[in-house]
């Protein structure tokens, strides 16, 4: 939603006079009801419309259909879509529905029909207090986004909507840049982004890639310099280039020059965000919001750091009695040297805070390169004082993959000679190790050839297209839609049939597994493995057509694949087909890669964005703009791409350090319900976790899992306990029921032996000794707590409720465990990603902390590896 009085780029006049040569009179979503039009702008229209179910008026925002095959058009819808959608806060829009009626994309969103701020700004400036508050509330919900990887990039008065409860929320985020899409501009000019008067200058003067959080906080500042003044700033420019040279090379004139009556320190305030150099504003809008918030309740602001005389007085005025008391003494005492110590003091503390801020901005955002840049940011804090914050953000940091944004890259392999020129070559595809060749001829025979002489020869099925594969040793072929049907080749010449012709389905790819035990084939129907051995070990997962190659673990334990028209990828059991996880994914999946344990995904997506996924949650750890025709890791750290000029990229993939591990478990389907526990075996070699659907065994040395046990007929939202009987055996207690698993030295079950339960008992917890601490009614109903020595009610005795913790106190917030250390210094640990960590212990002499995740995973923390690593590099 433009500004009609606003001037705009010379891309957007276009667009709009386009629309208005091509303006539809009706327009048809299905599923609205249309009631009228609100406004329109350079690329769609926001129509007040009814939702029919639910039904409820909405706000309904289509692009136009001939915008909709401009490929810049639609990727900037798409992308607001995405933004809007993805972020939940209450000063953001929020999105209902993104949909596409007959090829015109279009989303609906909350209805906010008490106008716009430029609306309101047309009747003048704002009173100081109200301007204020609004843009605490707007600069928080920004702020929200930033933390969430979004910046919006044409923030205006415009884009700011009053909802009927007098609340202000963020819109219009068609400019919006996503971390995970962060690819080739999406302007027709590459030199200019948003709305000139509200531009920031290293925009104005450089490019798209200038565009940061810095640039959304120049343009807050903007809209609060405006809110003050009533004007904009540099504002009576006669034409846009006027104005982009005054934004660039020009000082803004305080707005207390203009209307003295203002308060200074707001004026001081708008000035930091409107700083020229972007280094010299605020760090993020969080502190903007948190400096006017100061202001609001009378303490000093921190744009301008108050002097020891003016913040005594301050306090003098909330505190006038002890005030005297102390300003006689304070006479006597203070120097000025004093006060130039705090002063100083103060002013290296926040330039602390704000390179500790912009590394973790950098870390959140997750752009390649991302831990290089924030280590060099955190280092420079270091220098000027060591911190916790500094050495929590660097265990962070260590904690996740990035992804080094430059490849080297390496020359296609040359094909060999035609060796058979009677039936022509027509494709030539090297085999993993290089030394021999498959080649499609022109009478749609495939051959294997090496030096010269086939190693063998098939034809196609009548109709079809050969779909063919080496091996990686090189030593077998597999062949699929001949005229045979599925065809295993071996270098010694010997041909077997492992699935005959006669299927109806299309073959399009044909993989081995890196332990040559399967094979994937994907095509029309899309994923079927069967085994080399016994090609009757197979199973199948359809729905809509592969797009794509099978992708394989390292391990051969995961399988991935992309089908249809979703955006998204499937990660499989190798062994049973059972889905592990669905990866959402930025554009439609063309090539994948897992690694060797199947932790990382790498997804070339036909939005030409390469980006680093976690396999089992999705979250994208690094992306960057690139085309690929196939994918592969070449051992732990490396990522190759298959250019379109027949070259190879290899990136460097920096693994999380040493320091951190995520363990390594079985590949299943998670429905494991509420996670509740994790303990250690008291001869620490084991650990259990414990949920509604399952109990689990890991080794602690090995950091895997060694198995996992259900429990049957169980609710996921119930709770489920487990504790250590000693080394050798397991309490289950689920409701209804009490269980003990024996467990051998290899962390494998035994025979489960069902146990009476005292009514209305609950065990609460388990000593290291084998006592259970046990909840009991008493006589009146009453919860007692009693401690029954090696679980025996009989010999019950009272109890305080309290078992002393081993290992360290250790406190779980959201995704952060809180670890005390020996110096009095906290570890705040955070975890790679977002799901949340549900409960934390540490071993016995604290050199191991233990997390398990919301959804089943464990990770762990080195802390004397990770306290060294921290030590040695400075921090």
Known sequence: MEDSDTPTLAADFFAAALWDAAKPTTIDVPGYEILGEISRGGMGAVYHARQLRPEREVALKVLLPQFAEEPEMLARFQIEARAMAALDHPGILPVYEV?????????????????????????????????????????????????????????????????????????????????ANDHAPLTRTESFFGTPHYMPPEVAAGSVADSTVSGDLYSMGAVFYECLTGKRPHDGRENVAALLRAIADESIAPPHAMLPALPRDLSV?????????????????????????????????????????????????????????????????????????????????????????????????????????????????????????????????????DLVPHPHTESATRPPDDPLPEDAALHWKPSPDQQSWLAWHESG??????????????????????????????????????????VLATRSGEVRVLTEQGRPAITRFADFDPLDRKIALTGSDGLSVIGIRDPSERWIHTGAPARCAAAWSGDGSRVAIAMGDRREALVFCAEDGKPCATIPTSGIPEHLALDHEGQLLAVASGDGLLAIHDAADGMVYSSLPHRSLGLSFDGPSRLRSLTEDGGTCVWTIERPFDLFQVWNEKPRAKSDGVVSRLAISPNGKHLLTASAGCIAVWSVDGERQTVMIPLENQRVDDRASAWWLGDDAILIQVPGGLERVPVDHQGHPGKTERLARVPGSTVLDVTTEGHWLVSVLNEDGEPEHELWPGGDSAKATAHDGIIPESGGAIEVRGNQVVVSATDGKPWRLTIPNATGIADACATRDGSLVIIVTMDHRVMSWRMKTLAGTLDAAGF
């Open 445 to 486: 025979a495939v051959r294997w050839w090496d030096e010269g002489k086939p190693l063998a020869e098939v034809l196609p099925a009548e109709g079809r297209e050969i779909a063919a594969a080496v091996n990686r040793s090189g030593t077998m072929a597999v062949f699929a839609e001949t005229s045979r049907g599925v």
């Open 99 to 179: 949909g596409d009626a007959d090829g015109m994309p279009f989303f609906s969103m909350k209805l906010a029909d008490g106008g716009t701020l430029a609306e309101r700004l047309k009747r003048g400036p704002m009173p100081a207090k109200e301007a204020a508050a609004l843009m605490i509330q707007l600069a928080r919900a920004v702020h929200h986004a930033h933390q969430h990887g979004v910046l919006h990039r044409d923030l205006k008065p415009g884009n700011f909507l009053f909802m009927e409860d007098g609340r202000t929320c963020v819109s219009d985020f068609g400019l919006a840049k996503l971390s």
């Open 269 to 401: 305030i708008c000035m930091k965000a409107l700083e020229r150099n972007p280094r010299d504003r605020y760090a993020t809008l969080a502190e903007f919001a948190d400096d006017i918030e100061r202001w609001t309740q009378g303490k000093p602001i921190l744009a301008r750091p108050a002097g020891a005389f003016e913040t005594a007085w301050r306090w003098a005025c909330r505190h006038p009695l002890p005030a005297g008391l102390l300003g006689a003494l304070a006479a006597v005492l203070v120097i000025g040297g004093v006060l130039q110590a705090i002063a100083l003091r103060e002013t290296r503390e926040q330039l602390h805070q704000t390179l500790v801020e912009q590394a973790r901005n950098e870390r959140l955002l997750g752009h390649p390169g991302h831990r290089q840049r924030a280590m060099d940011l955190l280092r420079d804090a270091s220098s000027i004082a060591k911190s916790a914050d500094i050495r929590n953000e660097v265990a962070a940091l260590v904690s996740r993959p």
